[in-house]
């Protein structure tokens, strides 16, 4: 029993140093979920800056949510 714990501590601590290493390859994109693998697009600071520049911020109405059953809802 003591010479299992023995052997089994640095088998696992391999097995978690090989996760690790497999786990720190990603790049920068794959980190974000941003790769080109169709996950998502790429996001370019000044597209998105004129992208929401030229939405309307001023015409918008305040919508409630339905609360859950027994959760104040804050009407007085």
């Known amino acids: 029993m003591v010479?299992?714990?023995?052997?089994?501590?640095?088998?696992?601590?391999?097995?978690y140093e090989?996760?690790?290493r497999t786990v720190r390859r990603l790049s920068k994109e794959d980190e974000l979920g941003l790769s080109a693998a169709g996950r998502g697009r790429?996001?370019?600071l000044n597209e998105e800056y004129y992208r929401l520049a030229a939405?309307?911020?001023?015409?918008?109405?305040?919508?409630?949510?339905?609360?859950?059953?027994?959760?104040?809802?804050?009407?007085?």
């Open 18 to 20: 090989k996760h690790d």
């Open 55 to 76: 939405k309307d911020l001023d015409d918008w109405e305040n919508k409630r949510v339905k609360r859950l059953k027994g959760e104040h809802d804050g009407v007085l």
């Open 42 to 44: 790429r996001v370019d």
């Open 3 to 15: 010479a299992g714990s023995f052997f089994l501590t640095p088998a696992t601590a391999i097995r």
